[in-house]
């Protein structure tokens, strides 16, 4: 016995010897160190309250609200981005089910009909029931070919890996950590329809004070055209200066259509977002106003590695990346399988007979001659794994930059608000007071327009403005990680 037993057991031991030989498996950690506080240029405000998940009521703004519930239940991008999040649950579910016991049943059922034709036998004494040749009579049935004879076979045989060096624990983290990145791109979907929804809308808002603000220009033009037409009737003012004033007025009304129809691309594009894409653009009824951005609660830089979803989708590509070197490297290693099976046959023909067969044999197999190929493998993919941590690293700087940038850049929007609706408010009463002195012919024309550019262009920078401060403000938000807790469920290790 042990003379048998001693081979066998010097070629597990040689197997094993070949499979140690692999490649390191080490990847360089990705450095993760942010500064404990954003620099900014004034103070942050107090921490008045964590971000809602859903981070769009802090604008307080009705009907956003009610687009982005419709764009996160029905819009195309939101439906897309689930479908996606199952086939990933999908997905994992096949890789860790390769390595379950696999087999199956196999069944085969036969009816076999003979015909043979004798001549020049006698067989007269194998039929006899006398003498003795009595005992010879059943021997007929052995030995004589049956007209019809059934038979039924049926198999189970099973293959399953002895998982000796952990491949199913390392194929099981691998499938999380792709699972967990898939959820994470489902979150970076959304917080990017649900962005997009915002600065849409703000945008669409934009337009809309614009077309007002376009609309007023052209009546104030026409009404000037109109004044301009008297006095040249009268003497009182040259012709040119009447044609002047016409054309501005001509001008202004063309504006003023060139405005309407981006507001209506941009009430499509809206309507399209939240999917109601082929409903008429008269349908979305969109204000006319610009409301100042909201304060948003304080937050560290540290949050960004928890709350920002890419860069948690970053940190869970790295751990697929590792999980898939670490099964590389275990490719190396003899595979030890056990492999049960179970059989049975019933034929019956002149007579009946059952067989049953049952076996147990377990192997091992070790990849000597695909050694070259499956260590070139191991490089290229702890080389990935490199590049996964340097990306890892990456995503974490940018979403430092954006969100330091972000909130600096909303700093900076407060604070030209301020100045520049003075200055709109002082330039339209300066225009104000020039329209009047136009009107009573105590200035000239030039006078006149000169204050009316620039009151249009204090207003222009104002709305543009106003219109900048909010998307700006949803960028942040979107820079910080939007309103998400950042803490999905945890998976089975």
């Known amino acids: 016995m042990q003379g048998r037993t001693r081979p066998w057991m010097a070629g597990i031991g040689l197997v094993l010897a070949l499979g140690g030989c ?7 950690a990705p450095d993760v160190r942010l500064p404990a506080a954003y620099e900014r240029t004034t103070p942050p405000a107090v921490d008045v309250a964590a971000t809602p998940q859903t981070w769009w009521t802090l604008f307080a703004d009705a009907q956003l609200d009610q687009l982005e519930g419709e764009a996160l239940a029905k819009a195309p991008d939101a439906r897309t981005a689930l479908a996606r999040l199952r086939q990933a649950y999908a997905i994992r579910s096949s890789a860790l089910d390769a390595y379950n016991p ?14 043979t034709t004798y001549s020049g036998i006698n067989l007269s004494g194998l039929s006899s029931g006398t003498g003795g040749t009595a005992g010879l009579a059943g021997l007929s049935n052995l030995f004589l070919p049956a007209n019809e004879t059934k038979t039924y076979q049926g198999s189970f045989n099973v293959s399953w890996e002895l998982d000796l060096f952990g491949r199913r624990k390392a194929a099981r983290r691998t499938a999380n950590a792709d699972i967990l990145a898939a959820r994470f791109e489902f979150e970076a979907s959304r917080l990017s329809l649900e962005a997009n929804v915002a600065t849409s809308l703000f ?12 609309r007023e220009t052209a009546r104030i033009a026409a009404s000037l055209a ?12 040259s012709s040119s200066d009447a044609a002047r004033l016409a054309a501005d007025a001509d001008t202004a009304r063309a504006d003023a259509v060139r405005i309407e129809a981006l507001f209506n691309a941009a009430r499509r594009t809206l309507l399209v977002l939240i999917g109601r894409g082929a409903a008429p653009v008269e349908s979305l009824a969109i204000e006319a106003r610009l409301a100042p951005p909201p304060v948003l609660p304080s937050s560290a830089p540290s949050d960004l590695l928890r709350r920002r979803p890419d860069v948690r989708e970053a940190e869970e590509k790295l751990r697929s990346a590792i999980g898939t070197l670490t099964l590389d490297r275990l490719a190396l290693l003899p595979t030890l399988t056990l492999n049960p099976s179970t059989a049975g046959q019933r034929t019956e023909a002149n007579y009946v007979s059952k067989t049953s067969i049952w076996t147990l044999a377990a ?25 996964a941590a340097t990306l890892f690293e990456q995503s974490i700087l940018n979403a430092y930059r954006d969100a330091e940038n972000g909130l600096n850049q909303l700093d900076a929007d407060r604070a030209r608000l301020a100045l520049l609706t003075d200055a709109e408010a002082r330039s339209r009463f300066a225009f104000d007071a020039n329209d009047r002195a136009y009107r009573d012919g105590l200035i000239d024309l030039t006078t006149l327009l000169d204050a009316e550019r620039s009151w249009r262009a204090s207003r222009s920078g104002l709305t543009a403005l106003q219109a900048g401060a909010l998307n700006d403000a949803v960028s942040t938000i979107k820079a910080l990680g939007g309103g998400w807790s950042g803490a999905p469920t945890k998976l089975r290790e």
């Open 22 to 28: 692999a490649p390191s498996g080490k990847v360089s």
């Open 102 to 115: 696999q087999g199956g049943l196999a069944a085969q059922a036969s009816d076999a009909h003979n015909r």
């Open 203 to 214: 945008q669409a808002r934009a337009l809309a004070v614009q077309l007002d603000d376009a």
């Open 226 to 237: 109109d004044v301009g037409r008297r006095k040249a009737e009268r003497g009182l003012a």
């Open 363 to 387: 192997g091992a197999t070790e990849p000597v001659l695909d050694r070259p190929r499956l260590i070139s493998a191991v490089r290229a993919q702890k080389a990935r794994a490199e590049e």
